[in-house]
């Protein structure tokens, strides 16, 4: 704030893994739904509003700020609190006004407050969260532990007959006797199409599994971590596409080192596509995101580009097109997700050390 | 290979007659078309799913719905068009970070560039930068709020999303049944409601929560590593979209034997309540009735929600939450809405508060001709497990 000149940031969010953790990063409070503000003056206390339906009774246990507060209205709330702490006619940075501060909300803050000047702050934000402090980088290690149990677990689940709903929901029962906070569990087989959420569709002998666990531990830092199964031995094909999704993953976590752009991890991806015949030109998912307390943080690839940092965290899964349909339905869900942290000499995995294509005996 | 459903899909006379709805509201309001904003949040996911059958897990999400029946579906990039893909009723499926200009460019397709447009979201989703791209990307669009159009539209419930609501009822009450056997002394708050997630997604719901409270009730949690005691009163709270997306909050309070005198004899004042209040959501009522029905009942016992935000009933379907809500965004009740109720309720003793605020019953109501109808667990009763 003090380099930006502001009074003040009036901190937007909403309960979405992408959007919920502006407000728990200033405040410990974790919204599962609804909306969420933070008041956070440059002197002084701040303060936290709410949506009525959510409430604030879990907000008033957390003991960071005292003064939180439900409303219909926050921009009366939001022109009271500033008025209290004297910049009513000051500079208010809005955190979220490029991605999540609601229309409607802005609209009522303007009208309360005239004579404030507003400006968007989101990458004020963001830019100073993206370098994560060793108690962050302890949390995300406390996460990636749970993942890594939660996975040794389910390997016991994984047997022909069974459906993927009964093993994603003992993931979500794994994962929630951990303490995670919220998250989701995927997995598909082939004739791959996407990676769901709840299939009825059961396992059988020779399956190609993919799971996908993208969850919050119970500090709310998030893990994106996905591992590949067979019920048998892995067919040959899956093999060797499976070798170049591991030397491309190494080859993107090799360029995150502090100093080099965001964007060459793109570069790096490209590089052993071409090596595979293999492409990722056009495609608009992303490759690797930031994450911390939201599960979507700056930068990511392509789209929002970013001088790598030192303790920058970043969610690592390169994407790829296969415009063959068969070779899709083959080979498309057969991935590696997980977390990376930036450091002066390159990437340093945070979960997996090492990639093992898992073969479980039928 | 097995087969299995990945997801849920309404049936085409359902879609047509939404679509349907939506279209006579927009020829009425004179809107050439609605920009149905959603979001990843229980609160405001539902409107896509409502015309897509498209559940967004997180980020941002958009169905361009044209007068003349065209519909699009636009999504963020992190979250992706793969699931979308698989459902088969909006087949224009597109991937941008500009969503501004891919309305635009859809726009511009179905020649309305210089349309009346609605945008439904506008009051409570749509985020600032999104709607300035919008507007800086279709110039000569006359924009206006549609919020009201749309949720109006859908807050009668036709007989297949009836059908849904009691599927997600059903598995709620088989879910409380086997977490009666999870409910032990000296297990821990997150082992019974983990199995409350797992048993919940296992019979296919898409997304929810597990909450429970035991006294000094200052809160209901997500499940915390402390143990229930013999002599506990637990209350357990699961509010989830089934495998149509149709939410259910349903709430049950247990304690191992009979419950103390104290807490029985408040108890019978939330069935009391409960009752007056489902009584009075009939059609041709206002929802704010349900609140002069509270308090007629909170009257007698002395009892207090003056002043309370938080709502005493709200409109759920595809959304857990959607209007009307009390108090705050009234409505004349109809036919075939359907209601959450859980009476709020305050303490003006802190210590009367953490002893008996957490025990309340929330359940759905449909509303009827002659009242209320309750759509779950059709008596209350507090819930004695053996000691």
Partial sequence: MDGAGLDALVICSRGDEFMRGRVQYVSDIFQWAGWGIVVLPRSGDGAFIADPLWGVGRARLVGWHSDVRSSHSPGDEIAELLADRGVADGEVGVVGLADITLAAHFSGMKQVLPRARFRDATDLFDDVRAVKSPMELANLAETSAILRSVYRSLEAELRPGVTHRDVMAEAHRLARQYGCLDGIAQMATRPFTALMFSSSKTLQQGDVIAIDLEWAGPSGYWVELRRNYSLGRVPDDARRYWDTRVETFEACSSVMKAGNSSAEVLAARDRAYRRHGQDGQGILSYTAHGIGIDSLEPPWVPGKDRVLRENMVVSLHPAIQLADPGEHAALGCIAIADNVLVTATGGQRMTDQADVWIELEA | ?387
């Fill in chain 2, 1 to 387: 290979m097995t087969t299995g459903t990945l997801s849920h899909s309404t049936s085409p006379r359902e879609r047509e007659r939404r679509h349907s709805l939506l279209r006579a509201a927009m020829s009425e309001a004179g809107y050439d078309a609605l920009v149905i904003y959603g979001r990843g949040d229980e609160f405001v996911r539902g409107r896509i799913q409502y015309v897509s059958d498209i559940f967004t897990w997180a980020g941002w999400a958009i169905v361009v719905l044209s007068a003349n029946g065209h519909a699009v579906f636009i999504a963020d990039p992190l979250f992706g068009l793969g699931r979308a893909a698989i459902v088969d009723w909006i087949t224009d499926l597109r991937m941008t970070q500009d969503p501004g200009k891919g309305i635009a460019d859809i726009l511009s397709d179905l020649r309305i560039a210089s349309g009346s447009i609605g945008v439904v979201g506008l009051a409570d989703i749509v985020c600032v930068g999104h709607f300035q791209q919008m507007r800086a990307a279709s110039p000569r669009v006359t924009w206006a709020d549609a919020t009201d159009l749309f949720d109006d539209a859908r807050a009668v419930k036709s007989q297949e999303e009836i059908d849904n609501f009691h599927q997600t009822s059903a598995i709620l009450r088989s879910v409380f049944k086997g977490l009666e056997a999870e409910i032990r002394p000296q297990v821990m708050e997150s082992d019974v409601l983990a199995e409350a997630h797992k048993m919940c997604r296992q019979y296919g719901c898409v997304d929810g929560i597990a909450l429970m409270g035991r006294p000094p009730f200052r809160t209901f949690s997500p499940g915390s590593n402390g143990v229930i005691e013999r002599d506990d009163i637990i209350v357990v709270d699961l509010e989830w979209g089934g495998p149509s997306g149709y939410w259910v909050e349903l709430r049950r309070v247990f304690s191992f034997g009979a419950p103390p005198d104290p807490a029985k004899r408040f108890w019978e004042t939330r069935v009391e309540t409960f009752a007056a209040c489902v009584d009075a959501m009939k059609a041709g009522n206002s929802s704010d009735d349900i609140l002069v029905a509270r308090d007629r009942v909170y009257g007698k016992h002395g009892q207090s929600a003056t002043g309370v935000l938080n709502y005493t009933a709200h409109g759920i379907g595809l959304d857990s939450l959607e209007p009307p809500w009390v108090p705050g965004k009234s409505r004349a009740l109809k036919e075939n809405m359907v209601i959450n109720l859980h009476p709020a309720i305050q303490f003006a003793d802190r210590s009367e508060g953490l002893a008996l605020g957490g025990i309340s019953i929330a359940d759905n109501i449909l509303v009827g001709r002659d009242g209320g109808i309750r759509m779950t667990d059709p008596v209350d009763e507090w819930v004695q497990l053996e000691p």
